[in-house]
């Protein structure tokens, strides 16, 4: 790589560390998975910078993240089986204390997930959340209803009754 463009890749991940970062966190639910994926993304757009087109270094950084993303859940998918018993049911006063935005994005699956970021957190419209995904605009959508309507269900509360109940 030429020096100019090893200075433009570092000014890059100067500027967009903490981005990079929080976005991985959201997509893994942890920071040290986080930490690895941008670590595994920024080292193969490094190997591509040269070829990467002047303005589109943060859309090919998101791109290539989110298909590291994905390409491990895939490989995580499979079952493993153990002789541990899983761990007990929380209370619900317990559920409420622990329900966080990360918790909730552990919940969905690996694409609802990863579409929720995008749009929410990235502020990418539909169009650009296809682009960089590579899937229809039509799946897109739908994935984003599926995910909200789910996140919609784990907040919902059960309605009142009895005193406090409201007419």
């Known amino acids: 790589m030429r020096r100019t463009d090893e200075e433009a890749f570092r000014s890059f991940v100067t500027e967009r560390q903490t981005v990079?970062?929080?976005?991985a966190f959201l997509l893994c639910g942890n920071w040290a998975d986080g930490d690895e994926?941008?670590?595994e993304a920024l080292a193969r757009v490094y190997v591509a910078w040269p070829r990467i087109a002047a303005g589109?270094?943060?859309?090919?950084?998101?791109?290539?993240?989110?298909n590291l993303y994905l390409n491990d859940q895939r490989k995580r998918r499979r079952e493993v089986l153990t002789d541990e018993l899983p761990e007990p049911a929380v209370s619900d006063h317990d559920r409420e204390l622990a329900m966080t935005l990360t918790e909730l994005l552990k919940d969905l699956p690996d694409?609802?997930?990863?579409?929720i970021v995008l749009r929410f957190w990235e502020d990418l419209t539909v169009p650009q959340i296809a682009a960089c995904t590579g899937v229809a605009e039509g799946t897109i959508k739908s994935q984003i209803s599926r995910a909200l309507a789910a996140l919609r269900s784990r907040l919902a509360e059960p309605p009142l009754t009895g005193a406090g109940a409201v007419p």
Request: aromatic share 4%; glycine share 0%; hydrophobic share 45%.
């Open 56 to 66: 589109a270094e943060a859309a090919y950084t998101r791109r290539t993240m989110m």
């Open 111 to 115: 694409k609802q997930r990863a579409v």
């Open 20 to 23: 990079l970062r929080r976005r």
């Open 37 to 39: 994926l941008v670590q």
